[in-house]
């Protein structure tokens, strides 16, 4: 009687452990036959089948690619064994390329009762294309066109360029960083989806740790890579370094930083400096510390004018300066006063000393130059007035 009695009391215990489990379990949906369907920059299909513990008046999907701020969410329909199928057209909004995206299925039930599946996800990969691959410690290179030797050239830059930076900036590169090669504007176009000009060679999402460029076999192809590779992955390990301070700092900087990490020096920004010297047609850098200019011209004149101040900075200033320059801008500093307080100078005059020492401007004369229209119309509106002054002094005497 006593083992009878001491086992309804074990079985008893048992069952009460249990049922706060079993509780907890009926705020999840089951999800079965999971299936992730897509074509790179056209569509997603999610496909599954939601086990639910009794009908439900409403069914939607949720989800959210990594560095998105806004959670896309869809209306579904179940059939009667509880599959579900839904079709993401990327036209209506396009998803970070390479990013993991999150999401989960939602079901209100007719009691009212609110359950959601366990949080699910994919990395949205561009698929348009047979993907070769190369590592090296944290890095790994992806391409597709070309040879073995193609891609081991281009993961040597990456390596090269990681040692730049990282010495520049007094830092290391500890976390894994994936590069991605195309063949054409065109096609890194696409992945970007930003429909934007086609002279863009690269684009960095430091977030992700992901850098995109584009780059085609042939003869120059071990300089662009040279350029474009170690450039792309200084704005990685730049944000790395500062992390959330990373968009406090002017453009001119960012792009500075990583025209400084290039291996090779790109013949376009010398003529673009001397022309603009030339044409007196210089942008101030007080116009270059947001968004650069869009269109192409203007846009290489400010890479070409960011790479130089940096370059003049960092002779003049050393690592030191140019290390507290981006403490100062991460503290929340304006661009003026981020230089006054790292350098003893505000940036307006660390300008004109680098089109002296730099660009060999002659910056009295180019004041005045700028100034001359507008002092030729003072002296005309002074010659007029004294003109009428003694006009009138002559017929009030006559």
Not at 143 to 166: C, E, H, I, N, P
Request: charged residues 15%; aromatic residues 10%; negative net charge.
């Amino acid at each position: 009687m006593r083992r009878l009695v001491f086992l309804l009391f074990t079985l008893s215990a048992l069952l009460a452990a249990f049922q706060p489990v079993r509780a907890e379990q009926t705020d999840k949906i089951q999800v079965d036959d999971l299936g992730i369907f897509y074509q790179f920059g056209d569509y997603i299909t999610f496909q599954a089948r939601l086990i639910l513990p009794s009908p439900a008046s409403e069914v939607d999907i949720r989800f959210l690619a990594d560095g998105e701020e806004s959670t896309r969410v869809f209306p579904l329909t179940l059939d009667e064994n509880g599959g579900t199928s839904f079709t993401y057209d990327v036209n209506q909004g396009p998803v970070r390329p390479f990013a993991t995206v999150h999401y989960s299925y939602y079901a209100k039930l007719q009691d009212g009762q609110e359950l959601v599946s366990e949080d699910l996800f994919f990395r949205y990969e561009d698929n348009r294309f047979p993907w070769q691959t190369l590592s090296d410690g944290g890095l790994t290179l992806h391409w597709y066109a070309g040879d073995l030797s193609f891609g081991q050239t281009a993961l040597d830059a990456a390596r090269r360029g990681v040692k730049r930076t990282t010495e520049l900036l007094a830092s290391t590169a500890d976390n894994p960083i994936d590069i991605y090669v195309y063949t054409s504007s065109p096609d890194l176009q696409k992945a970007l989806e930003i429909g934007g000009p086609t002279w863009v060679g690269g684009q960095a999402s430091p977030d992700l740790r992901l850098a995109l460029v584009a780059i085609s076999p042939g003869p120059e192809q071990g300089l662009e890579m040279d350029r474009e590779i170690p450039h792309e992955l200084a704005h990685i390990l730049t944000y790395g370094l500062i992390q959330g301070g990373y968009n406090l700092l002017p453009g001119w900087l960012r792009e500075g930083i990583a025209t400084q990490a290039e291996l090779s020096a790109n013949p376009v920004n010398a003529q673009a400096l001397a022309l603009a010297a030339e044409q007196k047609t210089i942008i101030p850098l007080a116009d270059l510390c947001g968004a650069f200019p869009s269109e192409s011209g203007n846009a290489s004149l400010a890479y070409a004018e960011s790479a130089s101040f940096t370059s003049f900075l960092v002779d003049r200033y050393g690592q030191t300066g140019l290390l507290a320059l981006i403490s100062a801008y991460v503290d929340g500093l304006d661009c003026e006063q981020g230089a006054q307080n790292a350098l003893g100078q505000p940036l307006s005059q660390m300008e004109i000393d680098w089109r002296v020492a730099s660009l060999g401007q002659n910056i009295g004369a180019t004041a005045f130059a700028n100034l001359f229209p507008y002092l030729a119309i003072l002296l005309v509106l002074i010659a007029v007035t004294l003109i009428n002054a003694f006009t009138f002094k002559l017929a009030k005497h006559a």
